[in-house]
DNA sequence: GCCGAAAGTGACACTTCTGTCACTTTCGAC
DNA sequence: GTCGAAAGTGACAGAAGTGTCACTTTCGGC
């Protein structure tokens, strides 16, 4: 081969990662990514094209580690295995929502921006295709209400990840207690 | 007094709005907002120093207008009443938690700027005190589920609003779905 | 040893946003 | 009518981001 590299993809991936959530999609710039990776800006070019192309690569490379422990939905029999499944998958990718929200807005630059693009929607229809199955399974076993629309159910569960946690809340009681409104809401039965 | 102005506050508010949803914080900028109000940029230095103050300002502005609705919360008698008072001004100010969590990111560049910050804070904290009680009010009245955090309640209520609508599925079928999944869930009630 | 491929660098030109300044325009008060 | 205050403008200089280029560094293969 030839040189070695100062910065792994894997690196690159999660400064980018870090460097949205703390500045946006619009503050992110090669010249705070370089700072973070500890290597002159122009250094990102030999592998990246430009900004676009560095971030929708790593949406790829998360939505894939996301959807390979999602197919594991498929090793729980039950509806209702699979579903709380889903429900902690989703909870603890809390910041895969606001990843699709920035990816949307993204232009399309280069070709390779466009070929990540088309994954990521790849991805997204063949999760929102699986999700879907499992509604109409809980609708069909009357474990879900008939009357709600799929896609409502679904992006309400899917929004549900952005309810914070605070200080003095443990994590698993925020997730037991967000699990509990999704299914059961917040009123008591009667 | 002078000569008349070529845009009211109004129109600042309401491009910075729009601006804010299209670009983001830091996509935000003085040349944007004076293209569509029509002026040159430096027309719009003579009202405000930086965009941190146009923002703040739009800010406060908004969240105004969101209280002066909200204390009509007072009018109704029932904790029932009131609570659906509270998820239809929610629904019906969708844009509200996208610009609560613009809103945190936004440096003290200038006084003004810490100022509106300020009110924003206040605004905040009245709010979550009247919607504290409220859900005080419900568990009193075994409406709500004791054992849920006050804190989780609201923020999910809040984060609700974030649901996306879907070509297909009326407005109205849409809040009437959110409003149903928060108090009861989902899930069937046996 | 040396050669080529891949990795990394600083310097450059270009663009965009920022904030200031001297200037002009417009209006009401007198 | 003219004067001053407020509103608006274009020109400027500086800062920051982008992308390119010629160059250097480092490695494995021969």
Do not use: C
Request: hydrophobic residues 40%; charged residues 25%; aromatic residues 12%.
């Amino acid at each position: 081969m030839a040189r070695e590299r100062k910065f792994s993809l894997n690196e690159v991936f999660q400064h980018t990662k870090q460097l949205l959530l703390e500045h946006g999609y619009e503050g992110f710039t090669f010249g705070l990514l370089a700072e973070r990776l500890g290597v002159s800006r122009t250094a990102i070019y030999k592998h990246f094209e430009n900004k676009e192309e560095v971030i929708t690569a790593y949406m790829v490379d998360e939505m894939e580690q996301v959807f390979a422990k999602f197919v594991h939905i498929h090793d729980y029999p039950t509806f209702d295995e699979q579903f709380r499944f889903l429900l902690n998958l989703i909870l603890y990718h809390d910041d895969l929502h606001r990843m699709i929200a920035i990816g949307r807005r993204i232009p399309d630059t280069t070709p390779a921006v466009r070929a990540n693009k088309e994954r990521l929607e790849q991805f997204h229809e063949r999760m929102y295709e699986e999700l879907n199955q499992l509604v109409e399974r809980g609708k069909q076993e009357g474990r879900i209400k008939p009357h709600l629309p799929n896609r409502i159910v679904l992006a309400y569960i899917f929004q549900s990840v952005v309810v914070p946690h605070f200080p003095g809340i443990s994590l698993d009681q925020w997730a037991e207690s967000i699990k509990e409104i999704i299914m059961y809401g917040v009123m008591t039965g009667n």
